[in-house]
């Protein structure tokens, strides 16, 4: 049995060794094509067929677009000289609509920034064709039957009386097809990241359409990825309640992922911490796909929805209610958006992980520490003692048993030596001894066994929360979201050199290296040998592994091994167990 609750104990912790490296040496690098470092786009609408679904799922528009030339490589900057553009100023936003196709393809977050700097450029989340890497969103109507009106494209330029779009004022675009349809978009901002963008035609001439309505993310080229199993970027979407996540080499060996009749839903493109996705109208039936092409040498990525076709009679119009969010992906405020607009499950864009039903939670808590201290450090070490707190009646179980295994050492011993040669003799004399003692050698597992979820999710929330992102602690610690910066291999700094990933050992992971060592002294030693060196060799391995992960987890680490010490030691001492 003692053999059985080392072993247990083994697996469990090497599990997470396994997750470290996997961390650490997970990540793909590939080479970049120079040719791919600039790249441009041109894109017709979507063409639909009669069963609302795009014929031609090309990204960028599925239909033509491997007719057209690429655009010459240009920076950003020029790119947006290139059309006239509505300016959007918000609290949180910075960009512009361009005029010419009335896209949405200029978006900076004023709010955050590339580095801790403060001078460091805004986070740009769209960039217009022509620029390096064309990111941006799309809406508008394609046309079905036999009568196909000419319908604005990328090149048609809207018109409107108003220079800027603010929050509360919303601004209309118009532009007119020459042959009786009148095109016009309304679009909306609010204060955070949210549009809402509404399309109507009027019909004054003599002939009858059928129209679509359709909304999409384009995106150019693979962005600078992670690259890490537990973390999902790419396209992604929410259909009846359920996410789907498709990864971009899943996508560029598909080439096209769709889902039929769905109401209401999202589709679009999530970062780490950024998310630009398009909605329908929540009550709206829609068709939603997954795209990629290989066009110029460029992978083409695109999600869309198109919905269901309206007849437009001669003298009539028809309308359409879309919703675009481009920006930071607060936990908070995607809860907001579904409660308030009706989006499903907005929420799944932020990458949760397996244990969502206590990541999201252990979120909220933290969220609301948070607002009680003032710092999200200390927000993890309260959150970690009412976690201890929780499991202090199976940790006080299991630390008396432990006391109980330690205290019978020299008596295990005994049998060590006295059945060195008979195995079977030392097991049988090993259960009868816990037997007569009433002890549970198993009982020392649990506490592990129950912190491993709990480390999983306190980990994806400091991983995969904007609100972790850059948010400092005290002293050295300027980004919980990121590892202790100083470095045991540079004296902390007063030497000038850079070593590799695997020298990396700041000041908190020593620390946590440390109390853990101390944990370990406090527990009984495994009977075997090979095994007692091996768990006293962890605590090393375990201060390399986790140098690297965010800064803020080592702290709940190395703060919870010091609880799990204090509340051993005192266990210990009343059961008169020599300590040591």
């Known amino acids: 049995m003692s053999d059985n609750r080392n072993m247990i104990l083994f697996v469990a912790l090497t599990a997470m060794v396994l997750i470290g490296w996997e961390y650490m040496f997970g990540k793909s690098f590939q080479p970049v094509d120079p ?92 960039s217009p064709a022509g620029s390096a890497a064309p990111y941006y969103a ?55 990241y949210m549009f809402t963008i509404t399309d109507q035609v009027k019909n004054d001439g003599a002939s009858a359409y059928s129209l679509a309505p359709y909304g999409l993310v384009s995106r150019t080229d693979k962005p600078k990825l992670e690259n890490l199993y537990i973390l999902h970027e790419g396209p992604i979407g929410v259909f009846g309640g359920a996410s789907k996540e ?107 992980g397996w244990f969502y039903f206590l990541t999201k939670p252990f979120f909220y808590i933290l969220q609301w520490l948070h607002g009680l201290l003032g710092n999200f450090g200390l927000a993890i070490l309260a959150m970690t003692v009412f976690l201890r707190g929780l499991m202090f009646p199976l940790a006080n179980k299991s630390y008396k048993a432990m006391s109980k295994m330690k205290a019978l050492q020299p008596q295990m011993k005994e049998l060590q030596t006295k059945f060195a040669d008979d195995k079977n003799r030392l ?58 910066p100083t470095n045991l291999f540079t004296l902390f700094g007063l030497l000038p050199w850079n070593p590799p990933v695997f020298m990396m050992l700041g000041i908190w992971p020593i620390i946590m290296g440390v109390t853990m060592y101390l944990q370990q002294k406090l527990n009984p030693q495994p009977a075997d040998p090979i095994q007692a060196r091996m768990f006293m060799i962890l605590p090393f391995v375990f201060t390399f592994m986790l140098a690297t992960f965010p800064a803020g987890l080592v702290i709940y680490w190395a703060w919870s091994n010091v609880l799990s010490i204090i509340q051993q030691w005192v266990i210990m001492k009343r059961m008169g167990v020599k300590v040591g």
Not at 100 to 119: N, P, Q, V, Y
């Open 427 to 484: 097991n049988q004399e090993m259960m009868a001894l816990y037997k007569n003692e009433k002890v549970n050698p198993m009982a020392g597992c649990l506490p592990i066994l129950v912190q491993i979820p709990i480390f999983f999710a306190l980990y994806k929330v400091l991983y995969v929360t904007i609100e972790m992102r850059h948010a400092p602690f005290y002293g050295w610690i300027h980004d919980l979201s990121a590892p202790d």
């Open 35 to 126: 040719a791919q470092q600039a790249l441009s786009t041109q894109t017709a609408a979507p063409t639909p067929s009669t069963s609302a679904v795009p014929s031609a799922p090309v990204p960028g528009a599925p239909a033509a677009i491997a007719a057209l030339a690429p655009s010459p490589e240009v920076l950003r900057s020029k790119a947006l000289s290139e059309a006239p553009r509505l300016r959007i100023s918000t609290p949180k936003l910075h960009g512009s609509v361009s005029l010419a196709g009335g896209r949405l393809d200029d978006i900076t977050l004023a709010k955050f920034r590339e580095s801790l700097d403060a001078a460091s450029p805004e986070i740009v989340m769209f």
């Open 246 to 352: 498709v990864k971009y080499e899943d996508l560029d060996e598909k080439g096209e992922v769709v889902e039929k009749n769905v109401t209401g839903g999202w589709v679009g493109i999530t970062d780490k911490y950024w998310l630009a996705a398009v909605a329908p109208d929540p009550k709206a039936e829609v068709d939603a796909r997954f795209l990629h092409r290989r066009l110029d040498q460029h992978d083409k990525y695109q999600t869309d929805f198109l919905g269901r076709v309206q007849a437009l009679a001669p003298g009539a119009s028809i309308q359409f209610k879309s919703y675009l969010f481009a920006g930071a992906k607060h936990v908070l405020l995607l809860d907001v958006y579904s409660e308030k607009l009706g989006i499903q499950r907005l929420d799944l864009a932020i990458d949760f």
């Open 138 to 192: 799309e809406f508008g109507w394609v046309a079905a039957g036999e009568a196909r009106p000419t319908l604005p494209g990328p090149d048609s330029v809207w018109t409107t009386a108003t220079p800027t779009l603010e929050p509360g004022k919303p601004v209309t675009l118009s532009w007119s097809n020459g042959e009786g349809l009148t095109f016009l978009r309304t679009i909306e901002v609010d204060e955070e």
